[in-house]
């Protein structure tokens, strides 16, 4: 059996910590709690790895924390107790990383942590956003809301990232077909079909088409270490300037300019913006740390740099609408609703239209730039199609020409 090194709460409160032999976790775990001690945390003790245990394949994913959501707030909500409802929860579960995590959530609450506690421990599987808003749930009494909440929020996210996902599969599904095609009719078809048709004619002057592409291929054959060796070079530069204390700020705010692109990313971190807010609005969390918050999950570095203006602001006094107007981010449309929902007192409502708004744009502008990128990969596919063709059959047309106008003997 397993020597494990664990963590314990004692009867008063106290920190323990021991080591101790266990078949496992739980059989530690039931252990300590006959000598009225409660496991927090446990890990094995030597360096022994157990082969049956690794799964390279198998890490937690936003399925997994979906899925998990789901059924807590169904504990929850039916006044189920929460150890109980935990233990089912893990019984449930197939995928093993996910049910270590749970089971070391439920010795957490059972040992007297708090939800929001024996979650924060894992940051693998629940963001600071994640606990942040339980957490906002355990004050207001709404923990029940606070994970239906979430239940949206995880579910809006999968979905836009499947949105992003197939906006992005064609594009580059058609790049790398044009990467196999040059590289495969420049680096080895028309070199050899040149020969060929020199050694027929030694007189034979190839066309443009043709010199144009073998030349290319010929440059790309002679120096490809010098190639390989500046675009390493880029990489790395590109990783020294990025992690420069701004070059995260530097690097978005390139992306935000960038034709459709940047439009889409803009957009996307607003979206989140307008979610996140949301549900931290609705589960009690105030105006100023909730901004604090989105800041660091928006997805954008230079917005989020525009966002901590709006932080400053709220924390001095200054109404939401008036703190995201100085942002500059957002359009007057957003800033009106949220003015309004501030003047009405349906903060709710208001940011439930602000999230509908950037749901429909986002919706909006990957149909947009799919129908844009479409025909352009199509016409860049069909060039350089034509382009390979004209270089690989001219030759051939004009080789047949000389050999038709040869005197017969």
Known sequence: MPEFAYVAVGPNGQRLEGRAVAASEDALAQQLRRQN????????ADDTIDLAEIRVLERVNRRDVIYFTTQLSTVVSTGVDLVEGLNDIEAQIVKAPMKKIVGSVRRGVEAGMSLSSALERHPEAFDE??????????????VDRALDDLVKQLEWQDALATRIREAATYP???IVMLTVLISVMVGLTIPTFTRIYQRVNADLVMPLPTRIVQGFGLFVGANWYIILLALVVCYIL??????????LVWRDRWILRIPVIGDIARKLALSRFAHF?????ESGLEVAPSLTLIERVIGNAFIAQRFRGAVSRVMAGDSLSRALLAVGEF???????????EKTGQMPKALQQVRQYYDREVD?????????FGPIMLIALASVFVLIAVAFYLPMFNLARGISQRPSL
């Open 129 to 142: 956003l994640y606990v942040n808003i339980v957490r906002a749930g355990e004050a207001t009494g709404r």
């Open 172 to 174: 580059v599904i058609v």
């Open 331 to 341: 359009s007057p449309l957003v800033i009106q609703m949220v003015s309004l929902g």
């Open 277 to 281: 807010f949301g549900t931290l609005h």
């Open 37 to 44: 001690q409660f496991l927090v945390q446990a890990g094995t």
């Open 364 to 372: 909006l502008s990957v149909n947009r730039a799919m129908t844009l």
């Open 238 to 247: 590109y990783k020294l300037r990025v992690q420069e204390p701004e070059g």
